[in-house]
């Protein structure tokens, strides 16, 4: 049946059947590892590339559409909890309208939808609350817009308008957002928010908004003051990041100075957070422009009487002996009253929040190589660095001691030695994996030599063998009827010598064989064909 075969089937069959076992093996393990890598590589080049469908939908919707694909045998994948759906990316223009013709995904329940739903019986306060409801579904379409966002609530408070009522209430909101996973909200992104919402609602500020992330952190505080890192405290987020930039620009200088290690320095900032408004009027005039008008009056007295007559006894009684005297009076008073033309000069200053109210910076120097350097100068140079002011009450002090560097030279020491280590362990994993290498290389090297030799003993089909086979007995019973034979005596010589010219041709056939199998295979083959 193999002779049916055709000749290259037959050459392969032939080829596997001379291997070693250990080839064979070999050979197995290879043909299955290509067969099932083309099985994977055919299964990833035949399928499809998916793109979003539809993202951030609902239960309801998603199970709507996952319905309509099943029944169209539409291939589609589920992501992000169900909430986005994924399809071949050549179909998803198709489904979309397919889906839209449908109602799929069904009409938003919030957002200005609500407002089609009123009756013309709707009472005044459902036609407050629906309004509501519709601006904050809207705005919280507007916020999962914003890249970085994937889910947002929106809360308002909108106070109804009294014309009788003298103080109003305040128009507020609060803003719930969830951040996309390793994508957290910038303080610029948590300002957008702030200044979106307060622009689209009306009579509301900035500082009544708060903006909250989903894990419980205030972003914003109102005003579009965000603490992106979600702080509890952004004054003190502000004053530690103040400080730890002080503390920098000053270590790189003194680093400059005495070099790196053999200086420490520590600022401590109280900042002022109060945020202050100041409003000035200055009233001056231009002696050079006439008075816009001027008057002048003046009083004038002169009089003549007499003095007093003595002094008064007990009783209120004169006292006889007592003297008069004459005198005479004179008063003079002069007033002047000129109006200028004025200049008005207001100022109103708003200061800003967060300037220093008070600095304190330490400076620590190692002695033992900061000996040369002054403290004084040390002192007057990270003064003026860091702008300390004494009226402020600022304060600064420079010490020098020695530095303990025990720690810093134990870790020196256990770096060099983990590096050492490192270095060790990664030469001994190359050594192994060169050895390794090396050991597949030589086995490679044998099977491939092993094959070599087996492709060059293997030349000759089974049917070229078994012809062979039955020349070599043709000839040995050729040998035994010519040794048993009755011959004479005389003519055993000859024969003899014809006996060992046969075993000698033999011989020579069967190194033939051994040495030139392909040259013997197409003798061999000739002789088929011939005998045929």
Known sequence: ??????????????????????????????????????????????????????????????????????????????????????????????????????????????GYALLDQQGITTSDFMQHTNYQRALQGELAS????????????????????DVFADDQNKTTASVLVQSASNKPLTAEKVRAIVHLVASSVEGLDPEQVT???????????????????????????????????????????????????????????????????????????????????????????????????GVLGPDNIQVPNGTASNGAGQYENSNTVRNNAVNKTTEARRSAPGSIRKLNVAVLL????????????????????????????DTIAVSAMPFDTSAATAAKDALAASAAAEQSARQTSLIKTAALALVVLILFFLAWRASRRAKKRKALTPAELRHLEEMQAALEQQRLAQLNAAIPSPAIEAANADLEALEERQREIEQMVEDQPEEMAALLRGWLAATR
Do not use: C
């Open 211 to 309: 903006v909250a992330g989903a894990d419980g952190k205030i972003l914003s505080t109102g005003g579009g003051a965000a603490v992106a890192t979600g702080g509890d405290s952004g004054t003190e987020s502000q004053t530690v990041a103040f400080q730890n930039r002080l503390n920098a620009s000053l270590q790189n200088m003194l680093d400059s100075v005495v070099g790196p290690g053999h200086a420490v320095v520590t600022t401590t900032a109280e900042l002022d957070y109060d945020q202050t408004e100041t409003t000035t009027e200055r009233f001056t005039s231009d002696p050079s422009v006439a008075a816009l008008s001027e008057s002048i009056s003046r009083e004038a007295y002169n009089g003549n009487g007499n003095g007093t007559g």
């Open 142 to 161: 507007t916020i999962k817009s914003i890249d970085g966002v994937e889910a947002a609530t929106v809360n308002l408070v909108l106070p109804q308008k």
């Open 366 to 393: 190692d002695s033992t190589t900061a000996g040369a350097v002054n403290a004084a100068d040390v002192q007057a140079l990270v003064s003026a660095a860091a702008g300390v002011d004494a009226t402020r009450g």
């Open 1 to 110: 049946m193999s002779d049916r075969l055709p000749a290259p089937v037959r050459k392969v069959g032939d080829s596997f059947k001379s291997f070693t076992p250990g080839q064979k093996a070999v050979t197995v393990a290879a043909v299955l590892a290509l067969l099932i890598g083309g099985y994977f590589f055919a299964t990833w080049a035949s399928k499809p590339s998916y793109s979003a469908l539809f993202s951030n939908l609902s239960s309801k919707d998603a199970s709507a559409i996952v319905e309509s694909l099943q029944k169209t045998g539409t291939a589609y994948e589920l992501s992000n909890g169900g909430s986005t759906i994924l399809v071949p990316k050549d179909q998803v223009y198709d489904l979309r309208l397919q889906l839209s013709g449908e109602g799929l995904p069904g009409e938003s329940d919030t």
